[in-house]
């Protein structure tokens, strides 16, 4: 029995050092990595591993853990998607022959349906590797980078994993790579872009080399431009001006998502957002992008500006074209001017004070519902030995994306308590009384006290109104933007009784779905040593050109 009680307690032990192998980024000496004797250090994230000596010669954030591990989850849903509309499509019927001569090809499949890669901007190569060792049915990657230091480390990593048939590393500029791959024959089926800063220098290029219907996958970091503490420095990277929002996370997401669409319509292509997050101090997209003259000419009508108070915060969105479709006809014509948050001296219909212009902005939905449910099921069917290192996150995450709204922007649940003075009601009860007055509501991935709503700011005013009414004692400025609001007369039956929608669906799963701050110098590290700036990395002169010559 003794004997037994200590095979089972050693079974144990064993077992739970090869999960945390798997599931934790671990880190372990090894020596003569080079033949000298000297201490190289070995990071193990997943089933990859990546080796480096000198912490400034190598850039590893384990807070993007999360954002590699979505990846990787996106990528398996989107080869298994592929696969699936590969097998549909054998299944169907021949249709007539097309002549050739009025075939347009807009890519070159692989036999076996496999997909090839791009890690565009990979330093040490670990979403490569990871990619090719946990991700079904993929053919070749390519890992570039411009850095020489980083191109070594990627093919010793690549050694050290062993999956020299698949990873190729590359030493060049990204748009360079890119541009090389513009052709139909050489395009990528995935191409991941995740740069130290932001990511418009590459998006241009990225949209040409990505294969139809294929994947690009985008990350940014940039987000005090994004969020309008710069608009100026926002116009000259996204075409967008930012205004200064509590919704500001979401309107960064928005603002890359009608960049890349826009860079993708000037080649007649679209793109088709399948999951877009703002997570910790970057923004992460995931598009197809599609190729279709007449579908990019749609492109605008996706787009809106948006009107905000400086006052109440109230905000509006407002088209930028429209379209006008008669029978078989359709054409588009520009937005007819008018404005319900605007009044006739150009202010706040509701606290008088001046308004805000933005945009524009992405306003079609962002995520694609379908897409999400099915990364959720994929995760909850994964059994716990295979489970990646952020696996309750991810599950909090998408199960908050998937309860979202397809209403753009948010308020938070205190932040209309702050402009008429009054005490902040629970969130039950504000989710309440809108689900009562027949309005859609939800919460945000983006912010833990955000609330999604098509309820007009007109409805929400009365809510407070409603508030101030129920309060014992109120004082406020009659002048302040909030004293506007309180001097008109409620005319709209508020109810607060709990409605049984009004609670978040997985709040009793006790699912992760912010993450706390992870401490001291928490966020984006410093570049590598031999970094090149994104910006002059084309006009860098190549040494080894110079040698030859």
């Known amino acids: ?313 109230s905000f509006e969105t407002v088209p930028i074209l429209r379209k006008i479709t008669e029978g078989a006809s359709t054409k588009f014509a520009a937005p007819v001017v008018g404005s319900k948050l605007a009044g006739a001296d150009g202010k706040c219909v509701h606290c008088s004070h001046t308004l805000h212009e933005g945009g524009p902005y992405y306003s079609a939905p962002i995520h694609n519902k379908k897409f999400v449910a099915s990364l959720i099921k994929r995760l909850e069917s994964t059994a716990e030995a295979e489970r990646l290192g952020t696996h309750k996150r991810l599950l909090g995450v998408l199960q908050c994306v998937n309860e979202e709204i397809e209403a753009p922007f948010y308020f938070l649940h205190d932040q209309l308590s702050l402009v008429v003075k009054c005490t902040v009601p629970k969130m039950v009860s504000v989710r309440s009384a809108i689900l009562h007055a027949g309005y859609e509501v939800s919460g945000s991935h983006c912010h833990p006290r955000a609330v999604k709503t098509n309820a007009p700011p007109a409805f929400l005013w009365e809510l407070c109104r409603k508030l101030v009414e129920e309060s014992a004692t109120h004082k406020i400025d009659p002048t302040s933007a909030g004293g506007v609001i309180l001097s008109k007369k409620r005319e709209t039956e508020i109810n607060f009784t709990a409605h049984p929608k009004a609670h978040q669906l997985q709040k009793s799963e006790q699912i992760v779905r912010f993450q706390c701050n992870k401490g001291k110098n928490w966020g984006p590290k410093a570049k590598a040593k031999g970094s090149v700036n994104s910006v002059k990395a084309g006009f860098q002169v190549d040494a080894d050109a110079i040698k030859k010559d």
């Open 1 to 313: 029995l003794q004997a037994h009680t200590t095979a089972l307690a050693l079974r144990r032990v064993l077992t739970g050092f090869v999960t945390y192998q798997l599931r934790q980024v671990s880190r372990m000496a090894v020596e003569g990595a080079a033949g000298d004797g000297e201490e190289w250090s070995v990071i193990q994230e997943g089933m990859a591993k990546i080796s480096f000596k000198g912490e400034k010669s190598f850039f590893y954030n384990e807070i993007q853990e999360f954002n590699r591990d979505l990846t990787v989850t996106v990528l398996r849903q989107f080869v298994d998607d592929r696969m699936t509309e590969r097998e549909e499509k054998a299944e169907q019927p021949p249709a007539e022959a097309e002549p050739a001569a009025k075939k347009q090809k807009f890519q070159i499949e692989e036999k076996d349906g496999s997909i090839r890669i791009l890690d565009a901007l990979s330093a040490s190569g670990l979403r490569a590797l990871r990619f090719s060792q946990e991700v079904p049915h993929v053919s070749s990657i390519v890992a570039n980078d411009f850095s020489d230091t980083a191109v070594e480390a990627i093919k010793r990593n690549v050694t050290l994993n062993g999956v020299d048939d698949k990873v190729t590393a590359v030493y060049g500029d990204a748009v360079s790579t890119m541009m090389a791959h513009r052709a139909i024959d050489k395009r990528f089926h995935a191409v991941d872009l995740d740069p130290y800063g932001s990511a418009s220098p590459f998006l241009d290029s990225a949209v040409q080399c990505v294969a139809d219907r294929g994947l690009l996958m985008v990350t940014c970091t940039d987000m005090a431009t994004l969020c309008g503490n710069t608009p100026e420095a926002c116009y000259n990277k996204y075409d967008s001006i930012p205004i200064r929002t509590k919704a500001c996370h979401e309107m960064a997401l928005r603002i890359l998502l009608r960049s890349m669409d826009a860079h993708a319509n000037r080649y007649a292509r679209y793109i088709e957002p399948l999951l877009a997050v703002s997570i910790d101090f970057y923004i992460r997209v995931f598009v197809r992008v599609h190729t279709g003259a007449r579908q990019a000419k749609d492109s605008a009508t996706k787009c809106c500006r948006v009107l905000q108070c400086t006052g109440c915060q």
